[in-house]
């Protein structure tokens, strides 16, 4: 089992910045990908970054060029780094890992999800 620890989400005005971070405790091997996604009141989850083990980044293009994600593989944790924001960023966000377990087994899993709330 593994367990995602969140945090970093709050409060902030429009063309601010918070920094999320996740961190993955467990029986792991390694973690392949790590990612963050979000979800608004009323709408899908959807991806906003992903990162590789070898540290390639994938953004959605509503945050290309504002949010930054990044990995420490020796901690088994992954950031966001979010600038720039604007009120539409306002969302639940979550960490998701695929992690290989000792066993030798594999999973995804996500985190418990931190609030951002963008004020215009």
């Known amino acids: 089992q593994v367990q995602l620890v969140e945090s970093g989400g709050g409060l902030v005005q429009a063309g601010g910045s918070l920094r999320l971070s996740c961190a993955a405790s467990?029986?792991?091997?390694?973690?392949?990908?790590m990612g963050w996604y979000r979800q608004a009141p009323g709408k899908q989850r959807e991806l906003v970054a992903t990162?590789?083990?070898?540290?390639?980044?994938n953004y959605a293009d509503s945050v290309k060029g504002r949010f930054t994600i990044a990995r420490d593989n020796a901690k088994n944790a992954v950031y966001l780094q979010m600038n720039s924001l604007k009120p539409e960023d306002t969302a639940v966000y979550y960490c998701?890992?695929?992690?290989?377990?000792?066993?030798?087994?594999?999973?995804?899993?996500w985190g418990q999800g931190t609030q951002v709330t963008v004020s215009t």
């Open positions: 998701n890992v695929d992690v290989l377990y000792i066993s030798r087994s594999r999973s995804n899993v």
């Open positions: 467990g029986s792991i091997l390694s973690i392949n990908a």
């Open positions: 990162i590789t083990e070898g540290g390639a980044a």
